[in-house]
C-alpha cells in the first residue's frame, strides 16, 4: 500500500505475508529506497539517490568552557540517501557562525559511525576538548557527518549541524613581563641570580606553572638555547595577577664559550593550554660573556 502527499513524498508499508524478508527496491515519484520486510516496515519518505548523510541533532555545549577542558556531545547521523553507506567518521567545530568554514576549529575527539542502511540513523555520545590555539569568545559547536570523506555522496554540502546555543571559551596566556639582566661574564659550571616576573594576561585562571631559563645567541627561544640548570615554580594565577620571583641558575660545564642572551620562559614544561604558545620567553637587554 502506498500514500501518496501533495508534495509528492509517499509512504509504503511493506507486508511480511507477501514481501520476501530482504532488500527490496522502491520507486515511485523519481525516488529510490531500500527496506527491509522482516516485518511491516515503513518506508521513510522524501528519499534520495545514491548515500546522503545529514546530522539530524546535536546537543547545546555547555555555556563556558575552559581551553583544554571536555565536554560531551551527542549527535545524530542519518542517511536520507537510497543506498546503504560504510563506516564513518563524525568530527566536530568550534564555529562563530552556523555555517561551516575554513577558519572553523577542529576540536579533538570523533566519534565513529557505522555502516548505515538507506533510511537508518547512528546516535551516540563523545567527549571532545577544546585545543591550544583558540581564541577565547563565543562559539556555536557543529557536528559534521563524514567529515574525514570517506564515503562518497551524493551531496557533501549537507553534513553539518549547529547547535543552537553558543560556549564561551576562556582560555589563560602566561607572559615574560621582565626578566634581570645576568652577569657580564660567567664561568662553566657558576651559578648566579636570576629574577622575572610572569603575568597571566588571559581571561581564564592557570594552575601551577614552571619557569626555565636558557641562554641564546639571540633573543629568541630556539632548539639551539642552552637550558641552564634551575627554575622556578610560579603559583596558579588568576587573569591579571603576576607572579614576581628569583632563583639561582647554573651555566652547564659544556656550554660553548661565547657571548648569550639570558631568557625566561613561562610554563616552559608545557602543562599549561594556552590562547597563545608562542609568546611565553623573554630576553635580557644584556649580553653574559661565557668564558
Known sequence: MVTVAKDGSFQGVLRPDRVPAQQIACMFAGTTELASAAS???????????????????????????????????????????????????????????????????LTGNRAVPALASGATSAGTVTVKVPAGIVPGAYYLLACADDTKVVAESNGANNCRPSKTVVKVSAA???????????????????????????????????????????????????????????????????????TGATSVTVPTTTVAGSYYLLACADDKGVVVESNETNNCKASLTKVQVP
Open 173 to 243: 596566556d602566561l607572559v615574560e613581563t621582565a626578566v634581570s639582566d645576568p652577569p657580564a661574564s660567567a664561568l662553566k659550571g657558576s651559578s648566579f641570580s636570576v629574577k622575572d616576573n610572569v603575568q597571566n594576561i588571559g581571561n581564564a585562571a592557570v594552575a601551577l606553572s614552571a619557569t626555565r631559563y636558557y641562554l641564546s645567541l639571540d633573543t629568541l627561544r630556539n632548539g639551539g638555547d642552552i637550558l641552564l640548570t634551575g627554575g622556578r615554580s610560579v603559583p596558579a594565577l588568576n587573569p591579571g595577577i603576576s607572579s
Open 40 to 106: 511491516g516496515y515503513v518506508v521513510p519518505t522524501n528519499l534520495v539517490a545514491g548515500i546522503d548523510f545529514t546530522e539530524t541533532a546535536v546537543n547545546n555545549p555547555p555555556s563556558a568552557v575552559v581551553l583544554g577542558a571536555g565536554f560531551a556531545v551527542t549527535d545524530t547521523v542519518f542517511n536520507q540517501g537510497a543506498a546503504a553507506s560504510g563506516i564513518s567518521t563524525t568530527r566536530y567545530y568550534f564555529s562563530t557562525d552556523t555555517l561551516k568554514s575554513a577558519t572553523d576549529k577542529l
